[in-house]
């Protein structure tokens, strides 16, 4: 809660699970630059879309992907504000992330 996202600023999200990027993926092997997540994703901040900016395969982290928003400036404010994250594979079926809460200021 002290560590609040303002409205209008980019925040990354490091998440797991996100499945195969482009360049590849080998198994067990660090992250390179400008691996893209191959999956669609969808983001959600208090309800509403947000604009994705860009989804990659963390460089130097093995099995975590860093996903980076751009919060709204009109968005809710508040201290438990949900947030949600959506990928979908290739048959189009959405699989979501756990909920979590991010303080916005």
């Known amino acids: 809660p002290t560590n609040t996202a303002q409205r209008g ?14 360049p590849v993926i080998a198994t067990g092997a660090l992250g390179v630059a400008n691996q893209n997540v191959s999956a669609p994703l969808i983001v959600g901040l208090s309800g509403s879309g947000v604009p994705l900016i860009s989804s990659i395969y963390g460089p130097g982290l093995i099995g ?13 404010t508040g201290p438990y504000q949900p947030i949600g994250l959506f990928a979908a594979d290739s048959s ?13 200021q």
Do not use: K
Request: aromatic share 10%; charged share 0%.
């Open 92 to 104: 189009n079926n959405l699989y979501s992330a756990q909920n979590t809460y991010l303080p916005i």
């Open 9 to 22: 600023e980019n925040i990354q999200l490091y998440v797991t699970g996100l499945g195969q990027a482009t």
């Open 64 to 76: 975590v992907y860093v996903v980076i928003v751009q919060v709204p400036m009109n968005i809710q």
